[in-house]
């Protein structure tokens, strides 16, 4: 799965507020157009599959609860519907809710229209998992404290949180992205900063895009 272009030219200079994609219009634009969504290739992520198929079943069994944050079309809560995990997956987008909900039929109950920034009170402490994948790096550096602590809410005391983002070597400034890249450093700072940290380190590993990029992988607890 692609995430985000990294020129940020195409997104607009500016204040941090401009630097912040318009997604719904991206997504309207992707599928009445030519261009597509840049981070969608109509399948679940390749990383994250790694991880539901290999670890999964040590984390969660089949029934948890778990929430997917920024879904998009789907393809990642798809894979969790079919492996009988009962889903929630939002995303800020109501185009590519109803898309999703379009694909993905059977479970269409499954997918919501929701801001991380104003989730539902029902929601709070009541996932075993949530899966995060590309989107605190998809925000401005500056939000990433607010985007951690609001995914945060969502899991109850004894859940876990996978975190798959793009990985750099050094602290990228906002002229850089979207997507912003993080460290692994700041990677353990977020964990940290809602006293969570990595079950079994940070993974660094290479995509299959091309051209391929590194990315992180990790389960984060609370410590």
């Known amino acids: 799965m ?17 630097l912040v994609p318009d997604f719904d219009a991206i997504y309207r634009t992707g599928l009445t157009g030519s261009g597509g969504i840049p981070w969608d290739d109509g399948q679940p992520n ?46 800020l987008s109501p185009t590519a809710i109803e898309h999703a909900k379009r694909l993905h039929s059977d479970w269409e109950s499954s997918f919501c229209v929701a801001d991380l920034f104003g989730l539902p009170s ?43 983002c793009r990985a750099s070597d050094h602290p990228v ?4 992205g979207p997507p912003w890249a993080l460290t692994a450093d700041e990677v353990r700072d977020l964990a940290a900063s809602i006293n969570y940290e990595p079950v079994d380190g940070i993974e660094l590993l290479v995509d299959d895009e091309t051209p391929a990029k590194r990315r992180f992988r990790t389960l984060l607890r609370r410590a």
């Open 173 to 176: 400034s906002i002229d850089e």
């Open 46 to 91: 390749p990383l994250f599959m790694q991880w539901l198929d290999r670890s999964a079943h040590d984390v969660v069994r089949p029934g948890a609860r778990v929430a997917v944050v920024g879904c998009g079309f789907g393809h990642d809560a798809k894979a969790l519907l079919a492996r009988g995990y009962d889903v929630t997956a939002f995303d």
């Open 2 to 18: 692609n995430d985000m272009r990294s020129d940020a030219k195409a997104w607009g200079q500016g204040s941090v507020a401009a």
């Open 122 to 164: 029902r929601w709070k402490r009541r996932f075993d998992l949530v899966v995060e994948i590309y989107t605190i790096q998809s925000l401005p550096p500056e939000t990433r404290r607010g985007s951690i602590g609001a995914i945060e809410s969502l899991l109850h005391p004894h859940g876990s949180l996978f975190l798959l």
